[in-house]
């Protein structure tokens, strides 16, 4: 079928946060598929919500509802296929990638980046593997993607030393998926900073605060027992405001 993409904010009533949403819209039926690495309690209820987001929007149409997790786990969650409460049922299929044999992932240039993820007791020859048929790609865009989206995933399974022994990292710089990851990577780091920046500026000042108090309570003989109770600051702390006065 053609498909087209649907951005999830036409389906916004609430934000729906998830790992990664796809959904692409042919003729007759839709293809809503979610990326998971982890197994989540409100899956269930956000496949039903979109479920009927999605119907409200293309009411005649067939709806597919797939999860891929694709961190290997134990939990019963990623083993459930259905929501349901009273009045209400809604299925959806589940794909746990750790079970889906890594040759069979290989047969396909677009499953390429998640072989490694794929059932096997070697992950880095995989890894190596894939990498080469990658890499014979003719379409040098999509070399460059499937790399950079091979080099994130394989992180999953692998350490970082043994994915850079594998994939040259220089080739990566071309994939605008491992561009757009490092600007994230780079923004998030910038806002923990200033949120730090923030917080140590708060303390800073909440502490200038008390030292202000405790001069004040000095200046006036108060005991230093109830300068510490008023100001929050220690004996020690008082007695050396005490010694500079």
């Not at 993409?5 to 729906?16: K, N, Q």
């Not at 309690?41 to 929007?57: E, F, G, H, S, W």
């Not at 299925?91 to 677009?110: H, K, N, Q």
Request: charged fraction near 25%.
């Amino acid at each position: 079928m053609t498909s087209t993409v649907l951005h999830p904010t036409e389906l916004s009533l609430e934000p729906i946060r998830a790992d990664n949403l796809i959904l692409l819209e042919g003729e007759s039926e839709i293809l809503h598929i979610e990326w998971q690495t982890d197994p989540s309690q409100v899956m269930p209820m956000r496949l039903a919500d979109y479920r009927l987001r999605i119907y409200r929007k293309a009411p005649n149409k067939t709806i597919h509802q797939v999860v891929i997790y694709l961190r290997p786990t134990n939990s019963e969650q990623v083993y459930q296929e259905y929501f349901e409460i009273a009045g209400m049922y809604a299925e959806y299929r589940v794909i746990r990638i750790w079970e889906i044999p890594a040759a069979d992932l290989m047969c396909s240039p677009g499953l390429l980046p998640f072989a490694v993820l794929g059932q096997t007791e070697n992950p880095a020859q995989v890894l190596r593997d894939s990498v080469k048929q990658m890499s014979r790609l003719s379409d040098t865009q999509q070399q460059h993607e499937t790399l950079g989206a091979a080099y994130v995933l394989s992180g999953l399974v692998l350490d970082q030393a043994m994915i850079g022994q594998i994939i040259r990292r220089d080739v990566m710089q071309e994939s605008v998926t491992y561009q757009a990851i490092l600007r994230e990577g780079r923004e998030e780091g910038r806002e923990e900073g200033r949120e730090e920046g923030r917080q140590e500026g708060r303390e800073e000042g909440r502490q200038e605060k008390a030292r202000e108090t405790a001069i004040t309570l000095l200046q006036a003989g108060i005991d230093i027992d109830l300068i510490a109770q008023a100001s929050g600051l220690s004996i020690g702390d008082i007695n050396q405001l005490k010694a500079a006065l």
